[in-house]
T-cell receptor, first 116, second 109 residues
Framework: GAVVSQHPSWVICKSGTSVKIECRSL??????MFWYRQFPKQSLMLMAT?????????EQGVEKDKFLINHASLTLSTLTVTSAHPEDSSFYIC????????????FGSGTQLSVL | DAKTTQPPSMDCAEGRAANLPCNHS???????VYWYRQIHSQGPQYIIH???NNETNEMASLIITEDRKSSTLILPHATLRDTAVYYC??????????FGKGTRLSVIA
């Protein structure tokens, strides 16, 4: 199946700093990417949808100025958590849909963010 | 996306078939039934999907009832590595996947 690479796998940062998470589609062009967040023992919650070259669409309750999403190319989307706080600590997961995946979504391996 | 209902947890003996049920009585005609699983601290993994007919691949089989109100995912010979949360999702392909709570499958040696 299609491969989606997410980096880093885990990151620890101080409160107030910004963290960037990268999501790459390695063997297909991702026309649409999705970002999810998952708290311990909970299901995945959709944060935003991004289409290449367009502004991201955020779900209700997700602050677009805090979670900056850039989808500048067909193989790369980034999520930047700005001025991170301890309550932003979570597991962040990207997924991609594109030229060879059809309707199927393929997921990255996730990034565990811990804000101290 | 169609709302789905799954049991919160199930156990299965290693080597036996794991049958995971899903109710999706509100699924619409253009929505496929997708199954993903998530092993602890990893991203979800695609397993299988179907519309009306039963489907089989190298990972699992999917049995969909004729009225499409429910389905069963079958892992024919469960191994310890199949321990995960399994998600059944109604999905038409035009929107993001919306995850419910899924079924936590524990495969026991």
């Amino acid at each position: 199946g299609a491969v989606v690479s997410q980096h880093p796998s885990w990151v620890i940062c101080k409160s107030g700093t910004s963290v960037k998470i990268e999501c790459r589609s390695l063997d297909f062009q991702a026309t649409t990417m999705f970002w999810y967040r998952q708290f311990p023992k909970q299901s995945l919650m959709l944060m935003a949808t991004s289409n290449e070259g367009s502004k991201a669409t955020y779900e209700q309750g997700v602050e677009k100025d805090k979670f900056l999403i850039n989808h500048a190319s067909l193989t790369l989307s980034t999520l930047t958590v700005t001025s991170a706080h301890p309550e932003d600590s979570s597991f962040y997961i990207c997924s991609a849909r594109g030229t060879i995946s059809g309707e199927k979504l393929f997921f990255g391996s996730g990034t565990q963010l811990s804000v101290l | 996306d169609a709302k789905t209902t799954q049991p919160p947890s199930m156990d299965c003996a290693e080597g036996r078939a794991a049958n995971l049920p899903c109710n999706h009585s509100t699924i619409s005609g253009n929505e496929y039934v997708y199954w993903y699983r998530q092993i602890h601290s990893q991203g979800p993994q695609y397993i299988i999907h179907g519309l009306k007919n039963n489907e089989t691949n190298e990972m699992a089989s999917l049995i969909i009832t004729e009225d499409r109100k429910s389905s069963t995912l079958i892992l024919p010979h469960a191994t310890l590595r199949d321990t995960a949360v399994y998600y059944c999702i109604g999905y038409s392909g035009n929107t993001p996947l919306v995850f419910g709570k899924g079924t936590r499958l524990s495969v026991i040696a």
